[in-house]
T-cell receptor
Framework: AQSVTQLGSHVSVSEGALVLLRCNYS??????LFWYVQYPNQGLQLLLK??????LVKGINGFEAEFKKSETSFHLTKPSAHMSDAAEYFC????????????FGKGTRLSVIA | DTAVSQTPKYLVTQMGNDKSIKCEQN?????MYWYKQDSKKFLKIMFS???????INETVPNRFSPKSPDKAHLNLHINSLELGDSAVYFC??????????FGEGSWLTVV
């Protein structure tokens, strides 16, 4: 069975500071990994995904994540936070074959302080 | 040109009522899903359909019944609504297990 652990239900950073949102996964098969963002009262938008190609994945809005198999991690980073980055961020895992649904972490709420 | 659309976006209803949420995708995907997001923002799969066939049915009360009339639609019908059914329900779709695209969500409040 697959699972995702997001460390920290709430992360607060200053505007312009580094954003680091942590995600560790558990999977018995090679995984696909995803980061989604949810703004208040909106749906989930895909930020980026890892599907067994390059281990450093670049996404939208300046975000990127690095797949580290040895650490079973897929942390999300952004060099400089903007106020508009304040949202809920979800890490998710699925098997890399077949139509398996996503298994989500519990989410991390990112606050950006002016 | 919305990819995954679901209606209604907001629904307030009384306990005991029956309600439906509709979902349509115009991406040509073969798999559709329903996810539930609870008050703590936790997202969990409810159902998954592939080419109109049910392939995943998680531990969901029988009061919840999905229906897929064709590959582009997956509706969710809920009977005898309870207070605990209040949540955000997300429809989603994918092709061949690739990236899953989500709808905007349907906020259900049972009073």
């Amino acid at each position: 069975a697959q699972s995702v652990t997001q460390l920290g239900s709430h992360v607060s950073v200053s505007e312009g500071a580094l954003v680091l949102l942590r995600c560790n996964y558990s999977s018995s098969v090679p995984p696909y990994l995803f980061w989604y963002v949810q703004y208040p009262n909106q749906g989930l938008q895909l930020l980026l995904k890892y599907t067994s190609a390059a281990t450093l994945v670049k996404g939208i809005n300046g975000f990127e994540a690095e797949f580290k198999k040895s650490e079973t991690s897929f942390h999300l980073t952004k060099p400089s936070a903007h106020m508009s980055d304040a949202a809920e961020y979800f890490c998710a895992v699925s098997e890399n074959s077949g139509n398996t649904p996503l298994v989500f972490g519990k989410g991390t709420r990112l606050s950006v302080i002016a | 040109d919305t990819a995954v659309s679901q209606t209604p976006k907001y629904l307030v209803t009384q306990m005991g009522n029956d309600k439906s949420i509709k979902c349509e995708q115009n991406l040509g995907h073969d798999t559709m899903y329903w996810y539930k997001q609870d008050s703590k923002k936790f997202l969990k799969i409810m159902f998954s359909y592939n080419n109109k066939e049910l392939i995943i049915n998680e531990t969901v009360p029988n009061r919840f019944s999905p229906k897929s009339p064709d590959k582009a639609h997956l509706n969710l019908h809920i009977n005898s609504l309870e207070l605990g059914d209040s949540a955000v329900y997300f429809c989603a779709s994918s092709r061949n297990g690739n990236t899953i695209y989500f709808g905007e969500g349907s906020w259900l409040t049972v009073v």
